[in-house]
Structure formats: C-alpha cells, structure tokens
T-cell receptor, first 114, second 112 residues
C-alpha cells in the first residue's frame, strides 16, 4: 500500500512569509503527527491529530499550526517565517495514537528560509 | 519533562557487533523504540520495547531496563548499509494519547 506522502518536498521562502505543508497518511491511519528535524535539536514533536482533533501540541510558538481533514489528510502552517524555521518537517501516521510505537514517516518537506 | 541521551557518533567495522546505548528520564513511560534513518530518507521503525528484557529481530536486538532508564540497540554482523542514524525514542502518555520524544540520534559509520 502507498506510504505517507508529503508535499512539497523542497521549498524556499523568505523571512516573514508563510508556508503550508501537506501530508497524506497511509490509508486507514487516523493519527497524523508532525515533527521538525534539525541537526542541532534532532526530531522535535510539533503536534498530533486524530480524527480531525488536535490531541497534543509540542513546545513551539503559535506561529506553528495544523489541521486534519475528514479523510485524515493533514496540513501544517508556519506563519511569519524566521531563519530558524529552516528544517526538515516530517509527517508520520499510525493507526491509533502511536501506542505500539510504530510510526510511518513520510520523506519530509525541506524548508529553507532566506 | 523528558530527557533522552545517546552518543552522537559511533564507528564500527563491517562484520562486527555494535551496541548503541540510550538513557532516558521521563514521566508516564509507555515504551521505548528505535528508528533507523539513512541520510536524506525518512526514519523507519526498528523495534519497540515496553517490558524489561531483550527483543530480537534478525540481526537487530533491543534491550530495555525500565528501573535503570536504559536501553540499547545491538546490531550484529554489520553491513555497510547499516551506516545510518539511529534514533532512540520514548513514548509517554500525554493528553490521552502517546507521544514519542526522540533523542538526537546516533550516527553510525560502518567501514570496511
């Protein structure tokens, strides 16, 4: 079956702009979580959605937001971009809320902020 | 809060055995898992331990001691393709669901 699909794969923005990233989970998976990955901080949890509801949010400013649609597809938005937002943004899906630990990751969207 | 420590980098020889350690401090512990991430690729699931002891899966094994807040990933018969980053992550209960907190990863370099 198809894996987790993220679009776009690469994008370049300038400071102050906003960006929207998209994630299509594996069919049948209802939980979608988002992570920011940087060389210095590793993988950091942004938020998790389950059945269109945000269940948890990581320690990121309000400029980072997300949503999930009825078909489980999810989007995340970053407004007023800063240089420090340059990172790989990974989406992961799982059947429930990740209790068994197995998350299926997409290949990520690499954001560069100039 | 959560705190996860693992070595930044390790090197090993093809055919050898390597052990990657992970120590953690967390509340609401619900399990520990390991992911492998090759450069430029998505992390892929390797193992999940919720009870103490050793879980073996082919060339890879993972061990957990909850009382010590300690886990290791053991890779046997190393192959060049095992060169990758290995991420230790702890699952904890938060807001009714289970949120993984990842360590910064151990970059393993396998040389001939």
């Amino acid at each position: 079956k198809a894996g987790v699909t993220q679009t776009p794969r690469y994008l370049i923005k300038t400071r102050g702009q906003q960006v929207t990233l998209s994630c299509s989970p594996i069919s049948g998976h209802r939980s979608v979580s988002w992570y920011q990955q940087t060389p210095g901080q590793g993988l950091q949890f942004l938020f998790e959605y389950f059945s269109e509801t945000q269940r948890n949010k990581g320690n990121f400013p309000g400029r980072f937001s997300g949503r999930q649609f009825s078909n489980s597809r999810s989007e995340m938005n970053v407004s007023t971009l800063e240089l420090g937002d340059s990172a790989l943004y990974l989406c992961a899906s799982s059947r429930s809320s990740g209790r068994t630990g197995e998350l299926f990751f997409g290949e990520g969207s690499r954001l560069t902020v100039l | 809060g959560q705190n996860i420590d693992q070595p930044t980098e390790m090197t090993a020889t093809e055919g050898a055995i390597v052990q990657i350690n992970c120590t953690y401090q967390t509340s609401g512990f619900n399990g520990l898992f390991w992911y492998q991430q090759h450069a430029g690729e998505a992390p892929t699931f390797l193992s999940y331990n919720v009870l103490d002891g050793l879980e073996e899966k082919g060339r890879f094994s993972s061990f957990l001691s909850r009382s010590k807040g300690y886990s290791y990933l053991l890779l046997k018969e190393l192959q060049m393709k095992d060169s990758a980053s290995y991420l230790c992550a702890v699952s904890s209960v938060s807001g009714g669901s289970y949120i993984p907190t990842f360590g910064r990863g151990t970059s393993l370099i396998v040389h001939p």
